[in-house]
Nanobody, 123 residues
């Protein structure tokens, strides 16, 4: 069983930056694809970014060129650097692990989820 714990959320003004971290337990972290999803009130959970076991990265169009996902397998941690934040980025952000490294964009394919961290961007 893998446990995921997010941190780094908070309140920031538009144009600001935040870095989210997701610490994973377990010795097979490096073999998983890791993703970030977000869910705003009244909306469905949506894909934000992912990184597979080969460190290939994937982004939603809405965050491309503003967000960067990375991983440090030695620390069992995945990061999401968020720059140029906009009010529409406000949501609960979830970290997730995907054992199969497939269906990267689909939350239904992820096996493990963190509890989420709130990101609020004020205008």
């Amino acid at each position: 069983q893998v446990q995921l714990v997010e941190s780094g959320g908070g309140l920031v003004q538009a144009g600001g930056s935040l870095r989210l971290s997701c610490a994973a337990s377990g010795r097979t972290f490096s073999a998983y694809a890791m993703g970030w999803f977000r869910q705003a009130p009244g909306k469905e959970r949506e894909f934000v970014a992912a990184i597979n076991w080969r460190h290939s990265t994937y982004y939603a169009d809405s965050v491309k060129d503003r967000f960067t996902i990375s991983r440090d397998n030695a620390k069992n941690t995945v990061y999401l650097q968020m720059n140029s934040l906009k009010p529409e980025d406000t949501a609960v952000y979830y970290c997730a692990g995907n054992k199969a490294n497939s269906g990267i964009y689909d939350p239904a394919t992820y096996d493990y989820w963190g509890q989420g961290t709130q990101v609020t961007v004020s205008s």
